[in-house]
């Protein structure tokens, strides 16, 4: 059985960088993109960094230049490095693991990890 476990949230001042993990136990994922989505209160969720197998990523444009996302295949890991953190960052932040392309619903989504709060704090 396929889980995906993220750390690295936590309450961070205007303007950090902290770095997001997700790991995957169980079958391997490596032919699976993945995509770590945020949900706010109040708001849609959005998907805003996109990693296919071969690392071609893609971001939504409320955090392109600010967010990094990458992938360890030895460690079945993916990363989401967030920097120039501001109060608007502040969400629940799931990782996901899909077959389908960068604008693929959430729906499409086969596996999700349980998410971590980064709280960005003015």
């Known amino acids: 059985q396929v889980q995906l476990v993220e750390s690295g949230g936590g309450l961070v001042q205007t303007g950090g960088s902290p770095r997001l993990s997700c790991t995957a136990s169980?079958?391997?994922?490596?032919?699976?993109?993945k995509g770590w989505f945020r949900q706010a209160p109040g708001k849609d969720g959005q998907v805003v960094a996109y990693i296919n197998s071969i690392g071609r990523t893609v971001y939504a444009d409320s955090v392109k230049g600010r967010f990094t996302i990458s992938r360890d295949n030895a460690k079945n890991t993916v990363y989401l490095q967030m920097n120039s953190l501001q109060p608007d960052d502040t969400a629940i932040y799931y990782c996901a693991a899909t077959l389908r392309g960068f604008g693929a619903p959430a729906r499409d989504y086969d596996y999700w990890g349980q998410g971590t709060q980064v709280t960005v704090s003015s």
């Open positions: 169980g079958p391997t994922l490596r032919s699976y993109a």
